[in-house]
């Protein structure tokens, strides 16, 4: 069974820092894109409603980040642990959100929630103003 965990998520002041984790499992996705997306409280249902906030590609060299989040945000990936990581810097209360961690069958960087076919169940990250 293919399983993504996110972790790292919780309450932080504006201008803090988190860093996310998204394990996974039962797959190797060493050859695959990966994101992150985020997602208003409430909404949890709605896959419509999962904003692009960064992805990376299958081996790292191109990084796609959301306007709102460029120079902030750094994603990563460490495939020798299968895990993929956001550093989340200078936090903001607009940044509060469920964060989703996203695998798609192919190699290249998507920023629609469509082409992403495996999800985790998010992580809650609160900023305090």
């Known amino acids: 069974q293919v399983q993504l965990v996110e972790s790292g998520g919780g309450l932080v002041q504006a201008g803090g820092s988190l860093r996310l984790s998204c394990a996974a499992s039962?797959?190797?996705?060493?050859?695959?894109?990966m994101g992150w997306f985020r997602q208003a409280p409430g909404k949890e249902r709605d896959f419509g409603e999962r904003?692009?906030?960064?992805?990376?590609?299958?081996?790292?060299?191109?990084?796609v980040y959301a306007d709102a989040v460029k120079g902030r945000f750094n994603i990563s990936r460490d495939d020798a642990k299968n895990t993929l990581y956001l550093q989340m810097t200078t936090l903001t209360p607009e940044d509060t959100a469920i964060y989703y961690c996203?695998?798609?069958?192919?190699?290249?960087?998507?920023?629609?929630?469509?082409?992403?076919?495996?999800w985790g169940q998010g992580t809650q990250v609160t900023v305090s103003s």
């Open positions: 996203a695998a798609r069958l192919g190699n290249t960087v998507k920023s629609t929630w469509r082409d992403y076919g495996w």
């Open positions: 039962g797959r190797n996705f060493n050859y695959n894109a």
């Open positions: 904003v692009f906030v960064a992805g990376i590609n299958w081996n790292g060299n191109t990084r």
